[in-house]
Nanobody
């Protein structure tokens, strides 16, 4: 397990951009898979994207607009969000598979460590 802290959320107009950060403490982030999820009011948590050994993967709803990257020296995961839409409004969470469970990257059950979340609000 590691401690994860998200930052970078805020209020932005439709069409704008934000970059979310997820700082990990303890075990190096490069040694395990990580993912981004989001949850809107009244809805279940949904998969956004993940970075695993074979590469990066994204939900169809954000493909082409969002990009995941990792800075191993800073032990930080990033989510660059461009062309934001009102439907992107949600609390965004980062997660880590520090137990090396494996499995489907889009399933929340794979991940054992979670951040506290950061609010992203996109106005029309």
């Amino acid at each position: 397990q590691v401690q994860l802290v998200e930052s970078g959320g805020g209020l932005v107009q439709a069409g704008g951009s934000l970059r979310l950060s997820c700082a990990a403490s303890g075990r190096a982030a490069s040694s395990y898979s990580m993912g981004w999820f989001r949850q809107a009011p009244g809805k279940e948590r949904e998969f956004v994207g993940a970075i695993i050994r074979s590469g990066t993967y994204y939900a169809d709803s954000v493909k082409g607009r969002f990009t995941i990257s990792r800075d191993n020296a800073k032990n930080t995961l990033y989510l660059q969000m461009n062309s934001l839409k009102p439907e992107d409004t949600a609390v965004y969470y980062c997660a880590a598979d520090t137990f090396l469970r494996g499995g489907y990257y889009y399933r929340s059950e794979r991940y054992d460590s979670w951040g506290q979340g950061t609010q992203v609000t996109v106005s029309s």
